[in-house]
């Protein structure tokens, strides 16, 4: 019955086990296609921007000489920051020759009505592309205008890939020209499409790279042309700059709240770098591939949602285990009752055995205790010069050694010294002052039971010496205690003896301290007796610090 009943148990609690493991795999794949779902939205987003790029290349390419107004009215009906927020704006970038920068500083006059200089003055490139156009006109946005964006190397790189390939291209982390004026900065990155004059031929198709450019002489009235070997003949670039914050938050928007972290980095791996983190990533975080042009990005995405994920399995985990535990209760009751009556049994045979070694005990305890007053009035008054000495000598031994019991028996202190219980008795003993000065060792605590072992073993451990050994007069006496790792160990040494004690056979009084020992104090002992030498050593364990 008892096995059958186990058996149903563990047949409902492995079922249990599955079900809520299945409930918690099923929440991760729902979170997984959620976290795919905002991969694709970012993709989506960025995808748009481009759309808006080639849109203006377009236009650029129609009317070169009306592109300011133009794109301005674009742009205007077309409204980006409306439609598809994250987008700082657009931009265009002019071919230059490098250290001629009076053609795009007259078209900088024309689109924006004053004098703007293209900066940096100097450049180690034998083209420039300077920035003569950024909408929708800002008072932030107005600091990139004049910036030769081909003087930068991060920037570099995209631009040639895009003249390159043909295709838009994203630039690594930079800070972006207008975040000069920002008050609060962060890290951005931009997309550049190129513009490709209108009479080229494409470039033989071996080509691998792009070698530093060089300008090509044009009429006055027609736009700058860079060429390099390999490559399509370029006028500009139509790029848009991104500040990362600003874009995944137009992005995700209200979903962020639904998120308990997410990350984004510009690559692939630990070591990219981290360009947006909102909340925190726990151990479950999805991740998932962004398109940036002609780069690949990564995101992380915490939900934490722990009730969603882990309150339904553990719910069933939980009912499972109620039923798991309902369906063995009545065999472990019925097995408790068992256990119950065996226990008791055990008990009343224990108590029983108790009670006759404490009889026994009392008896002899009476007899040495008689005994050992006896010893103690002859060893005072030999010690006294006077009755009257020896009544104060032995009144006050006598209120010691009922001290010491009164203590032990009512358990009038949490923890007893070790030191003070060996002096105690050691005093009471007769042994002399300087002697006792010697006794010395670590601070160790005994507990009642600790402290009732050891007091009754060492009252019998002078009894006998007092009736037989070094306390009685023949001999002398070295107690000390020591502490070696976990364990203290307490040795008693009588040298100089008449005789070697037999130590072979125990008395009933020896029995008893040994019992005490081991089950009081879960220790051992150990006596050896020879050449006229009584050695006894007690071990137990450190009961540490107690308060």
């Known amino acids: 019955m008892g096995l059958l009943v ?30 795919s779902r905002v991969a694709m939205q970012v993709n989506m987003r960025l995808r748009d921007h481009v759309g808006v790029l080639e849109g203006v290349r377009a236009l650029y390419q129609s009317d070169t000489a009306a592109s300011g107004p133009g794109i301005r009215a674009y742009l205007a009906a077309l409204q980006p920051n409306v439609h598809s927020p994250g987008m700082e704006g657009v931009g265009i970038a002019a071919a230059m020759r490098a250290g001629a920068p009076a053609g795009l500083e007259a078209q900088l006059r024309t689109n924006y ?45 995209a631009m040639r890939r895009a003249w390159q390939t043909g295709r838009p291209a994203a630039s690594g982390i930079v800070h972006l020209a ?34 530093p450019a060089t300008p090509t002489d044009a009429p006055t009235d027609a736009p700058t042309v860079a060429t390099a070997p390999g490559a399509r003949p370029i006028e500009a670039f139509v790029y848009a700059p991104f500040r990362t914050h600003d874009l995944m938050t137009a992005v995700l928007g209200e ?14 791996g630990p070591s990219a770098p981290l360009v947006f983190r909102h909340g925190r990533i726990g151990w479950d975080s999805h991740e998932q591939k962004l398109r940036v042009a002609d780069r690949q990005w990564t995101i992380r995405i915490s939900y934490g949602r722990f009730i969603d994920r882990l309150g339904r399995p553990l719910g069933i985990l939980l009912f499972g285990i109620a039923l798991a535990v309902l369906a063995t209760q009545l065999h472990r009751l019925q097995r408790r009752r068992i256990d119950a009556a065996q226990a008791l049994a055990e008990e009343q045979a224990r108590h029983a055995e108790d009670r006759e070694l404490m009889m026994g005990e009392m008896a002899h305890r009476m007899k040495n205790a008689f005994a050992r007053i006896g010893a103690l009035a002859r060893i005072t008054l030999r010690e006294s010069d006077s009755l009257a000495d020896f009544e104060t000598k032995f009144d006050g031994r006598m209120r010691a050694l009922s001290d010491a019991k009164q203590m032990l028996v009512t358990g009038a202190h949490d923890t007893v010294d070790l030191g003070q219980i060996l002096r105690r008795e050691l005093e009471l003993g007769g042994l002399a002052a300087d002697q006792l000065a010697a006794v010395t060792g670590p601070d160790v605590r005994l507990d009642d039971e600790g402290a009732q072992a050891l007091s009754l073993a060492v009252h019998e451990f002078v009894t006998n010496s007092i009736k037989y050994g070094a306390l009685g007069g023949t001999g002398d006496l070295q107690v000390r205690w020591t502490r070696e790792s976990d364990d203290v160990e307490l040795r008693w040494v009588e040298a100089g003896l008449a005789a070697a004690p037999d130590v072979a056979n125990e008395s009933f009084g020896t029995r008893f301290i040994r019992s005490l020992i081991e089950r009081q104090l879960k220790g051992s002992w150990m006596r050896e007796a020879s050449d006229n030498r009584l050695t006894i050593v007690i071990r137990w364990p450190d009961q540490g610090p107690m308060s």
């Open 6 to 35: 186990r058996f149903v148990g563990l047949v409902i609690l492995i079922a249990t086990l599955i079900a809520a493991a299945a409930s918690f795999f099923y929440n991760q794949a729902q979170e997984a296609d959620q976290a």
């Open 113 to 157: 009505g004053r004098d703007i200089q293209i900066w940096p003055t100097t450049t180690n490139q034998p083209i420039s592309f300077g920035v003569v156009l950024v909408e929708p006109y800002t008072p932030r946005r107005n600091v990139a205008l004049g910036f030769d964006m081909y003087s930068e190397p991060v920037r570099r790189e």
């Open 178 to 211: 207008q975040e000069r004026a920002a008050q609060h900065k962060q890290p951005g990155f931009l997309i550049y499409v190129p513009v490709y004059a209108r009479a080229a031929t494409p470039p033989p198709a071996a080509s691998k790279s792009v070698p």
């Open 255 to 268: 979903q962020l709240k639904t998120m308990d972290g997410v990350e984004v980095r510009a690559g692939q």
